[in-house]
């Protein structure tokens, strides 16, 4: 593995589904990310975890869950998937957050479309 | 509210210069963010830029003022590889990214 990688790469899910989004990074990048990402709109912040163990509240966090048990995972869980969720989910990571760069480096992204 | 503006899309030559200007309005500032995004890929880092003045490297260099609220990207000698979409994006007062809705670059023979 080199970098962050996500699964699936793509799913196409029914209504009212539950759906993990898994991102897995090899960096020991103590901050993670998720976003979604629209047509005509800029990314926008789901959860994110500044280290492991800690998770915190993005832009648009309902409907969405996470959890940090550890440096390298940070899935994403759909408890219950409504077709506004239809979106490009990138995970990113970054060394420190808040740093003086704290560059974010992304995953591939999962094409997710709720029926 | 906070909100980053870029033009939505924009069309150059191979061989070419363009500038891809990005305003923002937010909550704090603590730098500011290029990335880069060819059709169906991750984002790629480009630049940062915290303190005003123009960064460059290589082809590409980015300016910041801070006064203003203002950025650019300035891609020379484009290629046909730099058709993309270019995202501006400002870490705001609580080091959360705010994110614009990019820039689509077109580049024509």
């Known amino acids: 593995i080199a970098g962050i990688t996500q699964a699936p790469t793509s799913q196409i899910l029914a209504a009212g589904r539950r759906m993990t989004l898994r991102c897995t990074q090899d960096?020991?990048?103590?901050?993670m990310y998720w976003y979604r990402q629209d047509l005509g709109l800029g990314l926008r912040l789901i959860h994110y975890?500044?280290?492991?163990?800690?998770?915190g509240k993005g832009e648009v966090p309902d409907g969405y869950s996470v959890s940090r048990a550890n440096t390298d995972d940070f899935p994403l869980t759909l408890a219950s998937a409504v077709p506004s969720q239809t979106s490009v989910y990138f995970c990113?990571?970054?060394?420190?957050?808040?740093?003086?760069?704290?560059?974010?480096?992304f995953g591939p992204g999962t094409r997710l479309t709720v029926l | 509210g906070q909100n980053i503006d870029q033009p939505t899309e924009m069309t150059a030559t191979e061989g070419a210069i363009v500038q891809i200007n990005c305003t923002y309005q937010t909550s704090g500032f603590n730098g500011l963010f290029w990335y880069q995004q060819h059709a169906g890929e991750a984002p790629t880092f480009l630049s940062y830029n915290v303190l005003d003045g123009l960064e460059e490297k290589g082809r590409f260099s980015s300016f910041l003022s801070r006064s203003k609220g203002y950025s650019y990207l300035l891609l020379k000698e484009l290629q046909m590889k730099d058709s993309a979409s270019y995202l501006c994006?400002?870490?705001?007062?609580?080091?959360?990214?705010?994110w614009g809705a990019g820039t689509k670059l077109i580049i024509k023979p």
């Open positions: 960096m020991r990048h103590n901050a």
């Open positions: 975890s500044n280290t492991a163990g800690t998770t």
């Open positions: 990113a990571s970054s060394d420190e957050a808040g740093g003086p760069t704290d560059t974010q480096y």
């Open positions: 994006a400002v870490r705001d007062s609580n080091y959360q990214l705010i």
